[in-house]
């Protein structure tokens, strides 16, 4: 199989370089697909055991309000393989969703050991909300800026296939990831920040 890109969990190199490869192979995953004619979807693109928590994350911030996608790897080990960098995700369910909203958050997962959100994509006005609105709540906040590993800000990340173009993705840390109150604090803020 073709190595194509690095993760930011693991930092193992992708195995496959689309869903149609990947589904030709792996069979222990699951897709949570949720439609709610909403023009904001919150995708959780490696949920499950890829990188762990965010989907329940994604979950929390849609609430019974936004569209919601996550890939959630079920494998006993060896979840990596079924990393697809966000900038290949073609999932046709996901990209259906992502293209009928205008604004997409996707919800990833860092490893760094400090409580930290990183918050980069192209909708500069939104991630600057975001950032500020998780700080009031106390949790450390990064707006990502050109260096940063997290910027999101290739076009075809899947969090800018919106109708847009530009969006927010979120990179939270494992401290964060593995507090069920952070993910609550975490939902509660940008769900205030998405508010009109």
């Not at 927010?168 to 069920?180: H, N």
Request: aromatic residues 6%; hydrophobic residues 35%; glycine residues 8%.
């Amino acid at each position: 199989m073709r190595l194509i890109a690095l993760t930011s969990e693991s930092g193992y190199m992708d195995t496959y370089s689309s869903f149609r490869q990947l589904k030709a192979v792996e069979t222990q995953y699951a897709v949570e697909h949720k439609d709610r004619g909403s023009d904001i979807t919150i995708i959780a693109p490696h949920g499950g055991n890829i990188e762990p928590h965010t989907s329940e994350i994604a979950a929390l911030i849609a609430g019974d309000t936004y569209n919601l996608f996550c890939f959630n790897g079920l494998k006993q080990q060896d979840n990596h393989l079924l990393h697809i960098t966000s900038h290949h995700y073609d999932d046709e369910q996901a990209l259906a969703l992502v293209r009928s909203s205008n604004t997409v958050i996707s919800v990833h997962g860092c490893t760094l050991k400090k409580a930290v959100v990183f918050v980069g994509g192209r909708d500069d006005e939104l991630r600057d909300t975001i950032a500020l609105a998780l700080n009031n709540a106390g949790i450390v906040a990064i707006a990502c800026a050109r260096q940063s590993p997290y910027w999101g800000r290739h076009p075809a990340n899947i969090c800018n296939r919106g109708r847009s173009g530009k969006g927010v993705q979120l990179e939270i840390s494992r401290p964060l990831r593995d507090s069920p109150r952070a993910w609550c604090n975490i939902a509660e803020a940008i769900r205030d920040a998405l508010k009109p």
